[in-house]
């Protein structure tokens, strides 16, 4: 899918339009809507010039440019949702800058609702209904008032996204049916790098919603973004003094307790911006959080044995893994952000980011392994193993952006040149210590969350023996450099108004992997004493574990101390530590030129981007039949030409028709470009896994309509429908029996496979209820539902038989779902919400038996907050997560078969919020 429209032909129509337009005198309009009562910006209040109909959305700050104005006599007419429009006279002189600041009263109200959770539905639509492309926007408000620890879980209440959870805390988003890989997440204008040595996917938990102002979310591209990204484009927008008309200081301390381990939690967060000299200003937020808690977990790994080969009758279970964690997470998030103002005609920023995400795990495990799969109730043979995994991780990033804008006299430039850094140090751990016991008469009752059946011998340490001991310790690091500037004019072609816009981004990514791996084994050929391997040496205290018995736990601190006591490089993997480790270079340099024209209540936006991708990837692979290791390294590259075509129809003020078309791409993640090789031989049989450096990115065609109508005070209905067309999905596939693999038995690796394509269709429904009589008028309503449906194909060969077969998109929820009621005085706020997901595609685990494939169950989460402000500065709140105990579950293609089950309890929150605001 790729499109050959020659740039030149474009730039030399856009040059001409601006060539042909008058060379009369011009000057500049500007000034900033605020909320007449209160001073405050209204962010997103539409501005128009009556006679020459040109239009704009006031900023966060809630200013407003119109360069290049030719000079006379104009209306101003200002319109924000819940306000009475506004409309000032104007007049423009040669080479000079008018300004015009815009006082709004509420219709119904002293003042607009600019706090809480009314102002921030206003503020969210207002910008949303004035945006060109398919837009939502969380406001900083929003994040507050919802008992979320992070954006991703702020963001699972937007229409058509939902989140992937770890250990119940909400880490990565998906947008519209569509993988956390598939989409695309920057801060301040500028790509976020991802911890995880194997992924895009940013987990937005390590950014606290403390330091933020608002998170948007674009579900259709316009040719001067960034165009990878299939579901959505996720931007982050931080704290500046200029979003506030007056200093601003926000306090709040807050302790937590989950029901599941009792254990209290701190958090502390505190932010601060103040305007010096009108100039200057400056934003500073922090935030810290530290949190015990923990999870009882049962999975059997999807390992179901379906003797009926038509269904899924006759199942028997492979093992089963008992499963406890102990887990302290702490959060720290810090950003420091300036902004100056040296001129009336330019605006500089710099932005800054350190998040830091320290995440300690201990998890003891029981596993039980039988010869021969087991049904319910049946008792054989099994192998136990006990094993404890010890370690921490700390995932840090690191971000600055610099950047401003300049207003000539009829052309606007932006700028921005950003260093971001995001790395994931994991020391040395104790990534599994196994102790053994063959036990009799074990077995298993239940399908769908396992209980262990076993004698007393189960529970006795002295019964097992240790096995294995295996360390590891790695290191993470992915590097973006990128600059980039946009020039932009306002003109007018036949006597319509239009804008013509080009810039250019260079982007350079680094991407590196480490990892060292020791196996301890044969302990007695190292000098170990029997007595010194058995379980009892090392045990502690009995698990507390909610899903049944299960026996004492592992000390790490013994295990350290025989550890310490072997010779460590005898015991290195050198395999292991060696085809894991990688460098993946990535250049991007795009282009691309935009426009729009508008006719009466029609908005034309169309443009075409040009991006060219460069790959280059340094590894090792070792070959198991002749011994040796193998340098690996390779380069590839790719032209892209994305061609968009975006059409917005303002029915009125408050009813918008949007119509695009665009063309987006989503680059293969680091896990699958990875170099890395293994060849082994077993009984004559060749088996081969390795990465692939040469996949093609995922290339889309995006269709999307929509109908937007906004009423009253705070109210919205809108639908929406969108298709994707998507090539060169990528699996992981067993190429064995073909091209340079018809010999070997197995050969796994990811390949492109053919097209996909999803399809859906979004609702949403917001009201406030401000009609009513006392006290009912307080009432909100904001709810939403997304329907999507997606297929993709997969192939395979079964004795030189190409077969094939049709799988959901993974990570594509069929319906997602959102409702929040609340009410809202002067004296307090009270919010009850619901966040719903339907059963995904987790992973496909034998590609020719769909029985095996992994999907994550329906989940559904209720969220409780209750706000009293004691004073209109002090508030005291009190907010209720997972009310339900929903739990986390996994299943083998029928949800009667687990593959993993895991239990998480409530957790309540108090604190106390100061605000000058």
Known sequence: MQFRTPLSAIALAIVAAGSSANVFAVGKLEGQVRDK???????????????????????????????????????LVV????????????????????????????????????????GALSKSMNRQRGADNVLNVVSADVLGNFPDSNISESLQRVPGLSIERDQGEGRFVRVRGMAPDYNSVSMNGTRLPSPESDRRAVALDVVPSDLLQSVEVSKTLTPDMDADALGGAIEVKSLSAFDREDTYVNLSAEASQDSLTNNTNPKLAASYSDVIGEKLGIAIGASWYNRDFGSDNVETGGNWDFTDDTGYGKAALESVDQRDYEINRERLGIGVNFDYRPSDDTDLYLRTLYSEFDDTETRNSAKTKWKSPLQAGELSQGKTTRSLKSRTENQNITSYVLGGETRFERWTLDYQASHSTARADKPRDIAGADFVAKIDDTGFSDTKRPHIIAPESYYQTDNFELDEIELAESKAKDTINSAQFDLSRQLSLGGYPAEVKTGVKLSRRDKTNREEVWIYSDFADQGVSDDALLLSQYSGDEVDYSLGRFGAGINASPVWDLVDSLDADANRDDIESTINDFDITEDVNAAYLMGHLDIGKLRILTGLRFEQNQWDSKGHGFDGVSGEFIDINNTSDEDHWL????????YSDNTVLRGAWTNTLVRPTFGQLAPGYLRE???????????????????????????EHYFGNIGLVSAGLFYKDIDNFIYKADLAGRGDYVDAHSAVTYINGDSAHISGIELSYVQEFYFLPEPFNGLVLNSNLTYTDSAASISWLDDGVEHSRDIPMPSQSDITANLSLGYENTYASVWLSAAYKSEYLQEVSEIDDSRLDLYED?????????KAHITTSLTLYFKGVNLTDEPYYSYAGNSAYNAQYEAYGRTFQLGVQYTNY
């Open 681 to 707: 031989e077993d009984d004559g049989d060749i088996d081969l896994t390795f990465g692939n450096p040469h996949l093609k990115s995922l290339e889309s065609m995006n269709f999307d309509l929509s109908l």
């Open 79 to 118: 319109n924000y949702l819940g306000a009475t429009p506004m409309e000032h006279k104007v007049q423009i002189a040669d080479k000079q800058t008018t300004q015009q600041d815009v006082s709004l009263s509420s219709k119904d109200v002293e003042h607009i609702m600019v706090v809480g959770q009314q």
């Open 37 to 75: 009562t209160s001073q405050q910006p209204l962010a997103g209040a539409s501005v128009t010039l009556k006679e020459l109909n040109l239009s704009q959305q006031a900023g966060r700050d809630g200013r407003y440019f119109f360069v290049g104005i030719n000079d006379g006599d104009y209306t």
């Open 643 to 650: 061609p968009a075509l975006h059409l917005t129809y303002r």
């Open 858 to 866: 329906s989940h559904l989460q209720w969220d409780f907050v209750a």
